[in-house]
């Protein structure tokens, strides 16, 4: 017996305290079942991680983890868990390895990590390989094109949970109802800035800062939307898609996180460009409406108008200026090497004390680039600046040849996942979107999904370059070309 299907087995006759399986039994018990078990718990952690993405921290992380373990699993028993990974798989390896480089470069430098949850921050970037292995397990009977049938209903999973919270977001401004107060987990924490507009909320969802909610949402929306409105898909999923669409994007202009409005626009833009080859005038009516409708939403919102008039200003900046200011002092005297990936708040609290004493957000650089370079020095820099390059340069490729084939459904996942690239990238310039949980999970489905639905079907491929009808599949709604 290979030795991984051996360690996978004796896993099963593992004693628990709530029914485990007798080891007599276990041994009878063929590996093949436990490899369907394997794939059946990663199908399920994959769905409960994408429900939860935009809900709870605590959720996403224990369903990705269920999906990890059984991809783990399955791929110790001789599944091909990481093949057809492309054009996710270097980029991601490139971003990990150098993220690690840099913790042990800084520790041999003399600045110890602050501790093993900071010392291993780089394992969130391994997301969309772990959604990609997961939603590409076979399991016998399945069709070519079940894994983007798999991809097509993680994200139904995510928008059944987007339009929980829009439909929360909707009214939080207005009551200041906050969910977790109402678990009573925690008070009300964040309120909207006095001076903008009196007597109103952030729209926070049931997260404790307002900038994660539009980060934990605006990946998915921009794949969501592409595949909603150039996909062939049945009714009852494009209303899905559609309305999640619409619910992340009102809850994350509600949330008055001025970077989120440039993001849309840029969604709205790439959206435009990366499709305007397969579908010209719906991408342009699409994008007329959706435009049209946010903008009088924000203009009909008070806070909106006035935030965006007093957040133009020199001094309503003045914290992020002063988090620079520090981030170029420690950068100064870790040139080389950096202070290690997940480390600054550690090593800048002398700086500071003596610039601010007091001030409290010292965990990164407020800008994804200027903190890979304090935390990994050029190294780390460069292989962020690569993660971008290399992704959107696969994901065009992608994109190009899923329309010379005609696969709608290819070409649309491609669009989606430059628009989340370009949103991650301006979002990128102003927050730490690989340092937070919630967006570092959300560009990973974001990514994942769109790799697998990019990639057409192998029985797909030679109708596809003919123009024939595939066959009714298990996709619904994948690709009729």
Known sequence: MPPGRACARSLVMLPSRAGAISPAAASHLPASSVSRAAALAARAGLLAFAFFLPISIAGMQIGLGVAAAGVAVAGALGAPVWRRTAPIAWPVLLLVAAAIL????AWAAGTRPAGPFRATLWKTFLTPLVVVAALRLERAGDRPDSPRARALAALAAWSAGAIVV????????????????WLHTAPIRTTAE??????????????????????????PLALALPVCALAPLEPWRRALLGAAAAAAAVASVLSLARSAWVALAVIAGVLVVASARAAPRRVGAWAAAAGTALGAFGLAVPGIRTRVELGSTLAANADRLLIWRVCGEVRADHPWVGTGLGNFGRVAGPYFDRLAPGWLARSACHDAFLSFLVEGGPLLLAAGV???????AGFLRARRAAVDAGDRL???????????????????????????????????????CAAVLARPAQGLRGRAATGARPPRAAARGASRT
Request: glycine residues 10%; hydrophobic residues 60%.
């Open 166 to 181: 829009g439909a929360i977001a909707l009214v939080q401004p207005w009551t200041g109802f906050d969910p977790l107060s």
């Open 410 to 448: 290819a070409a649309a996942a491609a669009a989606g996942a430059l628009a989340a690239l370009a949103a991650t990238l301006s979002n990128a310039l102003v927050h730490d979107v690989f340092h937070s949980s919630e967006s570092a999970y959300a560009i990973g489905l974001a990514l994942g």
């Open 386 to 392: 690569g993660w971008f390059g290399l992704l959107a």
């Open 102 to 105: 840099s913790v042990a470069l």
């Open 194 to 219: 006095r001076a903008a507009w009196p007597g109103h909320f952030h729209a926070l969802g049931f997260f404790t800062q307002y900038a994660l909610l539009p980060l934990s949402l605006l990946p």
